[in-house]
């Protein structure tokens, strides 16, 4: 009887640990169309500093909790613990001090450290062992994945890498903390075969997911969704998963990325400069969302990375004159971004430029000149999404060794070994 009790308390404390894990990442996906309308709300009304009193509010109370339940522990190995708990404050203050882009962030890493502490809350009633953090920090980034995928979808929202990056570094602050606060002995050794299979498992997807990723360019999406019904709306979509290029560096004038090397941007602007360039020869440059409802990017990148540098060159020309008075550090950026960006094209697209009719003329070039500042590394903002760290094929190549890795793992650790037959 007392055996069954304790069992039904034991279903009981799992099912309420994974109800937890479910609340708290349904919280994050119901948010997720809500986010912009928040993040503007804030901002309008909130510094950022301030708001980023409440994620150390939390950590605050959550230290002063932790350091209680220490000074009470008997015979507790007090040193380690107070260790991870310093890691974990220092891995708060890093994150929110170098990490973080915008208010709205500092509240996704509430939500994920929060997360990560559930997490090990749900898997910890099945491993005891250390396998139990990395296993719960694969949980969070899977987690964090999702949310970007969602966003992904949706209209308005952006994919970013760097966003699943920082809700991974949240979730392992939590987990720094929940191994502060873990008394010695109930996280022990050996590690048990059944966890290096659910750690498995969960790396599995993970880099699955992470394949998918780094493979859905927005030629193939733009391929899917062609042919796919109910999948148009990710054609030309604003939002890209993993977009590779080549990142170039002129001497003469700075840094850029495109999506095609120098031999072929040549190539295009001496065979099809003209046509490109008379496409933008009358009126006005179209705004980005008009460009991208009218051109399917995918399908022609050479008229797209004309335009682009076209309309960062005559943006920055055309706002840099209300600096001028107030703000001359300003002022001084935009010439020389507008003057950087033309050297752009004059070098790399100068059939596209003439054809255009949108070249500057040399008193032009030299009203700007004089307000540049030359000595300053250039780097274009244009197309700084691209990938070029390694081409897509090295990115899945690492990807598919780390999964033969998880595999090699499972079998050598993961596997129940079998039972002698007798003879």
């Given at each position: ?147 970007e ?78 042919r ?71 399908a ?7 335009y ?78 691209l ?8 990115w899945?190549g690492?990807?598919l ?23």
């Amino acid at each position: 009887m007392a055996g069954e009790l304790e069992n039904d308390g034991r279903q009981r404390g799992q099912t309420s640990a994974w109800l937890a894990v479910a609340a708290g990442v349904l919280l994050i996906f119901v948010t997720i169309p809500l986010a912009r309308s928040v993040q503007g709300f804030l901002d309008r009304r909130v510094r950022l500093d301030v708001y980023l009193g409440i994620p150390v509010g939390f950590g605050l109370v959550a230290l002063a909790f932790a350091l209680r339940r220490l000074a009470r522990a008997s015979g507790a190995r007090i040193g380690p613990r107070l260790g991870w708990l310093a890691g974990a404050a220092a891995g708060t203050v890093w994150v929110l001090r170098g990490q973080l882009q915008s208010s709205v962030e500092s509240i996704h890493f509430v939500e994920y450290a929060a997360l990560g502490v559930l997490f090990f809350r749900a898997w910890r009633r099945h491993a005891h062992d250390p396998l139990v953090y990395p296993l719960a920090l694969a949980s969070v980034t899977l987690v964090a994945w999702t949310d970007e995928f969602l966003q992904w979808l949706m209209p308005g929202r952006f994919w970013d890498f760097r966003d699943v990056r920082l809700n991974g570094l949240a979730g392992a602050v939590g987990l720094l903390f929940v191994a502060g606060m873990v008394s010695p002995g109930a996280i022990r050794m050996p590690i048990a075969r059944s966890s290096v299979r659910r750690l498995c498992a969960a790396v599995w997807a993970l880099l699955l997911a992470l394949g998918f990723a780094v493979s859905a360019t927005p030629a193939r999406v733009d391929a899917v969704a062609a042919r796919v019904p109910g999948l148009a709306f990710l054609r030309n979509n604003e939002s890209r998963l993993a977009e590779y290029g080549h990142r170039h560096a002129d001497p003469d004038i700075g840094t850029f990325r495109s999506r095609l090397d120098l031999a072929e941007l040549r190539r295009q602007d001496r065979s099809r400069g003209a046509e490109v360039g008379a496409a933008f020869a009358a009126g006005p440059l179209p705004d980005l969302r008009a460009y991208r409802r009218d051109h399917v990017i995918s399908a022609d990148p050479f008229r797209f990375e004309f335009y682009r540098h076209l309309l960062q060159r005559d943006h920055y020309a055309a706002a840099a004159g209300q600096y001028r008075p107030a703000d001359p550090e300003r002022f001084r950026h935009h010439c020389t971004v507008a003057a950087r960006e033309n050297q752009i094209l004059e070098k790399y697209f100068p059939q596209a430029l003439a054809a255009s009719g949108r070249a500057w003329d040399a008193a032009r070039r030299a009203q700007c000149a004089d307000s540049v500042d030359w000595g300053r590394p250039y780097f274009s903002e244009v197309q700084n999404h691209l990938i070029v760290s390694a081409p897509e094929l090295a990115w899945q190549g690492l990807l598919l060794a780390l999964l033969v890795g998880v595999g090699w793992s499972y079998v050598r650790w993961g596997r129940e070994p079998r039972a002698a037959v007798p003879d």
